[in-house]
């Protein structure tokens, strides 16, 4: 019971932080609370692929304050669309692969290069564009989109529990089933329409779409993180979320899944 306490309070605060960034305050506190999330998730993420050096710091601070901080505080556009079309092409291409690691290994394999191109464009880069999202689009679209997460993780949960009979990818996470992923999805997309309606930012057949590539890349994201944690050995990522274990844990979803959502955003609005 305690336990179940503690996991309510820690989860209840989380969120609460977040919907407080993202809608009751300046870009600053913003800005800062991604900032200190990206340095704590790229802690543990480093430890998770034994990758003792603080060049990953060094460059997570450098995108970071390039493409977060003086596009949104900042509000400067000179230069910045094409450095970012061209981080978005790499850092998709990078997740592709780690995708394409899912299918095809037993394990992600993690030589010295690749852990730091990992760290840069998985990891970072996941940092930036969710940034992005909130900077060029809205903050309020990057909130439905946590909630989308947040609704996609519990009712797979629910359903999985309740239904699963097949697995999902059952080496990488035996919990998870077919059953619970579409379950998830289903309710992320009746979700999709009560955000839209309350947030106005997208219509519905927008937000419908953006459940979608949440659903489908969140998950895929929780997968891959729970490959690594599975190679390091580890049930969680960290422990400064009691309950939940690590915050890379809390946002592995998102972290994934941002690049797809603001490129998503970026032809929705060269289309419109």
């Not at 050096?53 to 900042?74: C, D, E, H, Q, R």
């Not at 940092?127 to 060029?136: G, I, K, P, Q, W």
């Not at 997968?223 to 990522?237: G, H, M, P, T």
């Amino acid at each position: 019971m305690k336990d179940m306490l503690l996991r309510s309070l820690s989860g209840l605060l989380y969120v609460a932080v977040l919907i407080i960034a993202l809608t009751l305050t300046t870009p600053h506190v913003f800005i800062i609370l991604f900032f200190v999330f990206g340095i704590l998730s790229l802690y543990e993420f480093n430890k998770l692929i034994q990758l003792n050096s603080i060049i990953p710091y060094f460059i997570f601070i450098i995108l970071y304050l390039v493409f977060g901080y003086w596009k949104m505080v900042l509000n400067a556009n000179t230069g910045l669309d094409e450095a970012i079309q061209i981080l978005i092409v790499i850092t998709i291409f990078v997740n592709l692969f780690l995708i394409k690691d899912l299918f095809s290994r037993k394990t992600i394999p993690l030589f010295v290069t690749k852990r730091f191109i990992i760290t840069t464009f998985y990891l970072s880069s996941g940092f930036v564009f969710a940034v992005l999202t909130a900077s060029v689009f809205s903050p309020k679209i990057l909130l439905g989109c946590f909630i989308l997460v947040w609704i996609n993780d519990s009712f797979a949960y629910l359903v999985g529990k309740n239904f699963g009979r097949q697995k999902l990818f059952e080496k990488i996470s035996p919990k998870k089933t077919v059953e619970g992923f579409l379950g998830g999805l289903f309710f992320a997309c009746i979700t999709s329409y009560f955000i839209s309606s309350f947030t106005g930012t997208l219509n519905f057949t927008n937000w419908l779409m953006l459940s979608i590539t949440v659903a489908v890349f969140g998950t895929l994201g929780d997968l891959i993180e729970s490959k690594f944690k599975r190679q390091a050995n580890v049930k969680d990522s960290g422990t400064i979320m009691p309950g939940h274990g690590g915050l890379l844990d809390r946002l592995d979803s998102i972290i994934f899944a941002s690049p797809f959502i603001y490129l998503f955003l970026r032809i929705l609005h060269y289309v419109s």
